[in-house]
C-alpha cells in the first residue's frame, strides 16, 4: 500500500476563467471569448482564418466591440448579460470608458 502525509491543505493559487459567446453587433455575428484572472483581462474575437485574436481597444476597428465589453464590465461577467435573445442597451458615455 502506498501512502503520503498531507504537509499543507490544498487550496486555488492561481485561477482563469475564460467564457465564451456569440453576439450580434451592427448585424455582424461575432464568437468572442473573455477571460479574466488575478492579473487582468483578456478579450478575444474569433476570426475563421486564424482563429481567436485578442482584441485591443484602443485600435479603431476594434472598437465596435467596445459595447460588449463595456457591458461585461458594468454587468459583472459574460453569464450575467442574459439569456440568448436578451437585447442589451449600454449607454454610450459608458462605452467610450472601455474604449
Given at each position: 500500500m502506498?501512502?503520503?502525509t498531507i504537509k499543507?491543505?490544498?487550496y486555488i493559487k492561481y485561477q482563469l476563467t475564460t467564457y465564451q459567446g456569440t453576439v450580434e453587433i451592427d448585424g455582424e455575428e461575432v464568437t468572442y471569448r473573455?477571460?479574466?484572472d488575478d492579473n487582468g483581462e483578456?478579450?478575444?474575437i474569433f476570426n475563421g482564418d486564424t482563429g481567436y485574436e485578442r482584441i485591443e481597444f484602443y485600435e479603431e476597428a476594434n472598437q465596435k466591440y467596445a459595447p460588449l465589453l463595456a457591458a461585461i464590465g458594468e454587468w459583472g461577467n459574460p453569464e450575467d448579460l442574459g439569456p440568448a435573445g436578451?437585447?442589451?442597451e449600454i449607454d454610450d458615455t459608458i462605452v467610450?470608458?472601455?474604449i
Open positions: 502506498a501512502t503520503f499543507e491543505e490544498a473573455f477571460s479574466a483578456e478579450f478575444y436578451e437585447v442589451i467610450e470608458d472601455y
